[in-house]
């Protein structure tokens, strides 16, 4: 008898994460939105690039990636770059970090 893992309308019943540290049973049940909210630092499912949960950093950062996908853009380029470098880095608004 296979056993087939089946999902509802909003994704839940199953992970939608290819690395993960959140424990199996708590992926299995919420909405796979709240799985794609999650930075992918934490809870992989590849959703980042298409959320614009993102790090900007080209360089040395000391800011933790989970925060680094969880700053809006905007603060992300106010932090100096000694502390968090986006040198080069391309905005979702055309603008370069300098």
Do not use: W
Not at 6 to 23: C, E, R
Not at 37 to 50: F, I, M
């Amino acid at each position: 008898m296979s056993s087939m893992s089946s999902t509802n309308d909003l994704g839940q019943g199953a992970s939608h994460a290819k690395d993960s540290q959140v424990p199996g049973k708590v992926q299995e049940a919420v909405p796979k939105a709240v799985e794609d909210s999650l930075p992918d630092s934490v809870h992989d499912t590849g959703s980042n690039k298409d959320t614009g949960k993102v790090s900007h950093a080209t360089g040395d950062s000391y800011v933790p990636k989970v925060l680094q996908e969880g700053l809006p853009e905007a603060v992300e380029k106010a932090v100096p770059n000694a502390i968090h470098d986006t040198k080069g880095a391309k905005f979702s608004d055309g603008s370069t970090g300098n």
